[in-house]
């Protein structure tokens, strides 16, 4: 008796609770997968979690999504990959088929992002990568056709840098001699692979060059040898722990060069919060028109949701993504992934970036490649096709 | 001159990674696979007092050591000691604890994430070049390698010395018989554990002054300091100082004289070494 009362409390509950969630309109269910642990977390806190909160939280403070002329909020579900691209094919994978996710975001860094495509592919959901720098776009985009590139091959990467550094010997204003180290992982070692043929086709002599592994707690002894071999200009291949130390180790090597490059964590923030002045004329990956009015907007409005300013080179890329995906899902009125991800094909897309206009494959051919730290902003000076360059200034001490 | 001086302060570096965990491990036998996290949580503290109150990290140490103390303290009463009530002999609570600590490290992680988020956190501090014998070092380096040597010389001093001291090494030698002689094994392994916990979070906020971190790099420490209490010898500070100052003379060597993609190399050479030839540790006791 009593089991049959309690049995019929709940089904009376559940069928007022069906009933309630009919007057108003399903959320769309958003899921993101991207680390919060392991190695990567330190970037993605910066660069990829706060912008979905933002758009997110945007999106519903105007009362959601305009889907077939019904308003629906967004719901995000969020999984921690571990920076392991296991766990990111396995989040996406539940996020499909036990989430029932309508939108399934881009995961974060290259590695993953390769890692993930076939999944992303079989599912039918469009991939919109905005932290994936890579040389196969052209593979990649041929076997995944969902697959969008928002920031760029890492050759032009590597070989704007070398290229600035050559306009400033052309100039006069650098000599010849240069000093090269890399990271021993993925993305130092890639962009060293194109970075040192491209420095010594543009006839700079390479005075030093090494190679260290990832997590070295002690720099020093690089940065003594590249002091001792008295270079001109100084390009680190470097992911975000060793920017930093390098940096640190050349203004107590007192590293007297003209020209100083790092690459991952430049664009940082915390970079310019750590450093201060000695950040000025600094040279690094990444970049934006901070001047553009579009992209001012954007970093209040990020430092105003998320407590912290956008980094200088993925993080409006993260945004301009979900942006393309927001226009892409208003304007077909689905959340039909096949026809959204014809219509990114299709369109062009004003985001705070500037214009993306994706190409036959699938990548965005318009970016930023190098900036560099002058007043306090982190300045595009070199791009593929973007309004706003500004001029290199040269690095002068580290006070 | 600069190599060897370059690595007697990476040295300072590592003793304090690990002298908290060979007091952990030698005295309370618990193989602290957490010990990196609570490092983490000493540099945090570091870098949240100085970013918003501009604290010196040399005068956190001061906070933060009693606070840890007191941590490890609930950490080991509440969490280990029902392993060591239970363990029936020593392999069993080795297996137990490194399970228990394993989770614990994962815990710790995600307490940390949440409170502070997953960014890294890095400021600058005494990053200035001081010169000696004509080569310049970074001055927070310099520093970190004198709290590491006063650090090392004041537990030296106190486990040798006091009475107290004596009876924590007693523990380690013996657990069994030192319960014979009257020592309360439980209560003093109980202050071990916390003190290597403080030693451990001291570290950790004197490392923020010159590493980057974030939340989940705690289990790189873990790593280095399991390499240096096993190469240095179980329940032994002299054994680990000796072990870390090898290990930062041993890469900053193969680092400037062969190649600094070799460190990593290095350290696990020697390490290999190290087991093959002294299995017990440079200071460690022959197993009867």
Redesign the interface.
């Given at each position: 008796m009593k089991r049959r009362t309690f049995f019929k409390a709940t089904t009376t509950l559940a069928a007022t609770l069906v009933a309630g969630a009919a007057f108003a309109a399903d959320p769309i269910i958003v899921g993101a997968v991207a680390p919060k642990t392991g190695p990567l977390a330190g970037g993605a806190a910066v660069t990829h979690w706060p912008n979905i909160a933002l758009w997110v939280e945007e999106v519903n403070a105007r009362g959601g999504l305009n889907v077939g002329g019904e308003q629906r909020m967004l719901e995000v579900i969020e999984y921690d990959d571990q920076t392991n691209p296991a766990e990111t094919i396995k989040a996406v994978q539940r996020l499909a088929t036990q989430d029932n996710a309508d939108i399934i975001l881009a995961p974060y860094s290259t590695g993953l992002n390769i890692a993930a495509a076939p999944i992303y592919d079989r599912l039918g959901f469009p991939q919109i990568t905005s932290s994936a720098a890579t040389d196969q776009i052209g593979e990649l985009s041929g076997q995944f056709d969902d697959m969008f590139f928002l920031l760029g091959r890492s050759t032009d990467l590597a070989e704007d840098a070398v290229e600035v550094l050559s306009d400033l010997r052309e100039a006069g204003e650098i000599g010849n001699r240069v000093a090269m180290v890399n990271v021993a992982d993925a993305f130092g070692i890639e962009l060293m692979a194109v970075g040192k043929p491209a420095l010594e086709a543009a006839g700079f002599e390479l005075v030093y060059e090494t190679s260290y592994p990832l997590g070295t707690q002690d720099l020093s002894p690089v940065m003594k040898a590249v002091k001792a071999a008295e270079p001109d200009a100084f390009v680190a291949w470097s992911y975000p722990p060793d920017t930093f130390g390098l940096t640190e180790q050349a203004m107590i090597e007192e590293l007297d060069v003209k020209a100083f490059y790092t690459a991952v964590a430049t664009a940082f923030p915390a970079y310019a919060g750590r450093f201060g002045a000695a950040a000025e004329g600094v040279m690094g990956i990444g970049g934006v028109n901070t001047a553009s009015p579009e992209f001012m907007d954007y970093a209040a409005r990020h430092e105003a949701a998320t407590g912290a300013k956008p980094d200088y080179w993925a993080s409006g890329m993260m945004y301009a993504s979900l942006q393309i995906l927001e226009e892409a899902i208003e304007t077909t009125g689905t959340l039909d992934m096949a026809e959204v991800t014809q219509f990114i094909k299709d369109n062009a897309f004003e985001t705070v970036m500037g214009t993306i206009d994706f190409d036959e494959q699938n990548s965005n051919t318009a970016y930023w490649t190098v900036g560099q730290w002058q007043g306090g902003e982190f300045k595009g000076i070199k791009e593929t096709g973007r309004e706003g360059a500004v001029a290199p200034v040269l690095k002068s001490g580290w006070e | 001159m600069?190599?060897l001086i370059?690595g007697l302060?990476?040295g300072g570096?590592y003793a304090l990674i690990a002298l908290g965990l060979n007091l952990q491990y030698g005295v309370s036998r618990i193989m602290n696979l957490a010990n990196g996290e609570m490092l983490v949580i000493g540099a945090f503290a570091a870098f949240t007092l100085f970013t918003v109150g501009q604290v010196s990290p040399l005068l956190t140490i001061f906070l933060v050591a009693p606070l840890a103390y007191v941590l490890n303290w609930l950490i080991y009463r509440f969490m280990l000691q029902p392993l060591v009530k239970r363990a029936k002999n020593r392999g069993m609570l080795e297996v137990d604890a490194i399970l228990t600590t394993f989770g614990l490290s994962f815990v710790m992680?995600g307490l940390m994430?949440w409170a502070f988020?997953?960014?890294?956190f890095?400021?600058?501090y005494l990053?200035?070049?001081i010169t000696i014998f004509g080569?310049?070092?970074?001055?927070n380096?310099v520093v970190a390698f004198i709290c590491a040597a006063i650090l090392c010389a004041a537990l030296f001093l106190w486990l040798n010395v006091s009475r107290a001291g004596m009876a924590i090494r007693a523990v380690a030698v013996s657990p069994e018989n030192a319960r014979l002689v009257g020592i309360d094994v439980p209560k003093l392994s109980a202050r071990a554990f916390a003190l290597g916990g403080a030693v451990t979070a001291v570290g950790g906020a004197v490392i923020s002054t010159?590493?980057?971190?974030?939340?989940?790099?705690g289990v790189?420490f873990t790593m280095?300091a399991l390499i240096i209490v096993i190469m240095g010898g179980v329940g032994d500070v002299r054994g680990t100082i000796l072990a870390a100052l090898v290990l930062?003379v041993g890469?900053?060597f193969v680092?400037?004289v062969i190649?600094?993609?070799l460190?990593?190399v290095a350290a696990y050479a020697l390490f290999i070494l190290i087991l093959l030839f002294r299995p017990q540790g440079f200071f460690g006791r022959k197993p009867t």
């Open positions: - | 600069d190599i370059t302060i990476l570096t992680v994430i988020g997953g960014d890294y890095s400021y600058s990053a200035r070049p080569d310049n070092y970074g001055l380096r010159f590493l980057t971190l974030d939340a989940s790099t790189m280095k930062g890469e900053t680092a400037s190649d600094p993609g460190t990593l």
